[in-house]
């Protein structure tokens, strides 16, 4: 006995120790994953107030709420919960007032300015326009706010009232389809100027165009926004910087000009300080919009040439903000990261790490970040001198509980000598000289890239013993002009070739077992996918999620008539191009890797159709294959349900043909 009772102390001891030790990563936790965004400055610097995410599985929904902490980090505090959800905090320049947007009132009558006092107290609502406010700015004096409002076509249904018959659905817009708004036939959105003390609002302007992003002047006198100037009936859009005087039906001057994304993709300006001129966003020509290279640029206030600042860094920047009178922030897209970067007498890189930041505002000499990494999702930082220092752990008590394999960026050359990168994910424990199953998983976009982001998803198929490799095919962001447009009119030629290359790059590194191959993506992930697997046959399953394979079928089913007419063409002028890149449909004879086909029923983005083309095709030959389509979902599935059952496909359509 005497013996003995060490032996099971030993034991009771080890089993504690296992209990407590980190674990690794399951479906369930994806609802775990706090979204902590939107970081805003005080005026006097002292705090800074911010978004918190989180997931209501009752409710079916994420609930966003509004937090601030002090700039030392202390005093974290929640400001909002109502269960309808907070957006867009915004300090008033006297330090008063904190506003945000909600429909906490009544979700019918659509978004509302809320004021919530700094110096204590309840939310009270402080709009109620007809529609739905989706964008407020203060005037320098805090008096008024200019409002972005898309008005109601009809009056909301009240309480009890029984439900109207729907009316036909009339259309003679061009571009008219957009996913999450559906037929695009609601009034355009414009601006307002709201009195606070009045509780009066007042169209800015006397046309019918299409209004965003306002900004006053220092002075407090103009307003500098982006505006459609085709409207309503031009073919594609035209969205050009503008300026009014901040009273009611004020005169438009254009500042920009030409058909360049000048002002357009680029959001919302900023004056210089002595309201002289005027810091923007600008595209190139319009047919490359789709993989479009973003500018700072400066440009007179009262229009003229536009002088482009960022243009020796070679990459796309975006989200400008003031950091000082003299210097300008923003964020650059490079090379599997993001960054800030201090535009002033030069360029100035104002972080090192590797990370993606993607939110970034200053006050008072102090700049706040939304940043994620390789191993943590998204905080608030302070960036200073080169450093982040955390202001939010929002995420950390979970995190402890959680063993995540290493991420290692991977080179490598294609057999058309292009120069590819991307990253690896290893399950938490693996050991070095191993081989494990692998799985090819490509981003959306094409114009965007894997990077030194937390991603679950990659951790969670880490978790389940894969490798994860993410490659940044040609027409990926982050790399130089000629990388980005490589696939132009050229689609499912170039991106397989990298995609193939980054495959036989791992396996030769003696990680992945080229036995167990798997693919799959979302977007154009989904539609590379189905590219992929109808030229190469090595992957022993497939996940085609919201993809496409016949192209011409897409033409008028979806929201990219503009890139089809501009870099495709008509499909009854450019009908063999529109063939060729349509290939994995008219090929599908030639697919036999099992392939999970997945999608939202209302996706307006890549409709479900592109999905269901692909099913029936490998149903007709014979190949193994499902189709999954979420009920009321657009192109982003947003159901926490959903998002687990998504997500258990997965895991279940891998480990049947790879385990």
């Known amino acids: 006995m005497t013996r003995r009772i060490p032996l099971y102390l030993a034991a009771v001891a080890l089993a504690a120790a296992q209990s ?3 674990r690794v990563l399951k479906v369930e936790d994806v609802h775990r994953v706090l979204d902590v965004r939107d970081p805003q400055v005080s005026p006097d610097g002292a705090w800074v107030a911010y978004t918190l ?22 005093g974290r505090q929640r400001l909002t919960s109502s269960k309808e959800g907070e957006s867009s905090p915004r300090w008033s320049p006297d330090g008063k007032w904190l506003s945000f947007l909600s429909s906490r009132a009544n979700r019918e009558e659509g978004t509302q300015v809320w004021l919530l006092p700094v110096a204590g107290g309840e939310a009270t609502q402080l709009t109620t326009v007809k529609g739905s406010v989706s964008d407020c700015a203060w005037s320098p004096d805090s008096k008024r706010l200019a409002l972005v409002i898309a008005e109601r076509d009809e009056e909301p249904k009240k309480e009890g009232e029984k439900p109207k018959t729907a009316k036909p659905i009339v259309i003679d817009r061009y571009h008219f389809k957009q996913d999450m708004e559906g037929y695009r036939t609601k009034k355009p959105s414009r601006i307002w100027l709201f009195d606070i003390e009045a509780k009066k609002a007042e169209l800015l302007t006397a046309e019918s165009l299409d209004e965003s992003s306002p900004c006053w002047s220092p002075d407090g006198g103009r307003i500098a926004f982006v505006s459609n100037r085709a409207g309503d009936k031009g073919m594609y859009a035209d969205r050009q910087l503008c300026v009014a005087e901040a009273k009611a039906g004020a005169a438009v001057r254009q500042v920009t000009s030409g058909t360049a994304s000048l002002g357009g993709r680029g959001g919302r300006a900023v004056w210089s300080a002595d309201g002289s001129s005027l810091y923007f966003l600008a595209g190139r020509e319009r ?28 990459r796309s920047v975006g989200s400008p903000i003031a950091l000082s009178d003299k ?5 650059v897209t490079d090379d599997m990261s993001e960054y800030p970067v ?6 100035r890189r104002l972080l090192e790490a590797k990370a993606v930041i993607n939110s970034q505002n200053s006050a008072a000499g102090h700049l706040a970040v939304a940043a994620s990494t390789d191993q943590a999702p998204g905080e608030i930082f302070a960036l200073e001198n080169g450093k982040l220092r955390p202001l939010t752990q929002h995420n950390q008590d979970w995190l402890k509980e959680i063993r995540l394999g290493e991420t290692r960026e991977v080179r490598f050359k294609t057999r058309d000598s292009a120069e590819v990168h991307g990253l690896l ?23 965007g890239q894997d990077g030194h982001a937390f991603q679950f998803e990659r951790h969670l198929f880490a978790a389940n013993g894969y490798a994860v490799l993410q490659v940044n095919y040609r027409g990926s962001a982050g790399r130089d002009e000629a990388f980005q447009t490589a696939i132009f009119a050229d689609w499912g030629n170039k991106e397989v070739i990298d995609l193939l290359a980054g495959v036989d790059h791992v396996v030769a590194a003696g990680i992945a077992d080229p036995a167990r191959l798997g693919i799959g993506g979302w977007s154009y992930g989904g539609i590379l996918t189905d590219y992929t697997i109808a030229r190469d046959g090595r992957f022993k399953a497939a996940i085609s999620g919201a993809g496409s394979a016949m192209q011409i079928a897409m033409y008028g089913s979806d929201q990219y ?25 008219f090929e599908a004879e030639k697919i036999r890797t099992p392939t999970l086909f997945l999608g939202g029923q209302s996706d307006f983005n890549v409709p479900i159709i592109g999905g269901e083309q692909m099913y029936q095709a490998l149903k007709a030959n014979g190949v193994e294959t499902q189709l999954v389509v979420y009920p009321g979902e657009n192109h982003g599935i947003r159901k926490p349900t959903y998002i687990q059952d998504r997500l258990e496909r997965y895991l279940a359509w891998y480990a049947k043909y790879l385990k």
């Open 287 to 314: 047919k490359f919009r789709a993989y479009d290279r973003m500018n700072l640029a400066r440009i007179p206030a009262a229009g003229g040439e536009a002088a482009l600042l960022t243009r020796s860094l070679g």
């Open 20 to 22: 407590t030790a980190p």
């Open 425 to 447: 994910t290893l399950p938490p424990d693996y050991q070095e000289g191993q081989r494990v199953p692998t799985l090819l998983r490509i981003h959306g976009g094409p114009n």
């Open 53 to 74: 995410s989180t997931i209501d599985k009752a409710a079916e929904k994420s609930d966003s709420d509004v937090w601030r902490v002090r700039w030392d980090g202390s």
């Open 561 to 585: 008539v503009e890139q089809y007419d501009l870099e495709i063409g008509f499909p009854w002028k450019a009908k063999d191009l529109w063939l060729k890149i349509s290939y994995p449909f």
């Open 342 to 347: 201090s535009v002033g007498a030069g360029l």
């Open 327 to 331: 210097e300008i922030g923003v964020l």
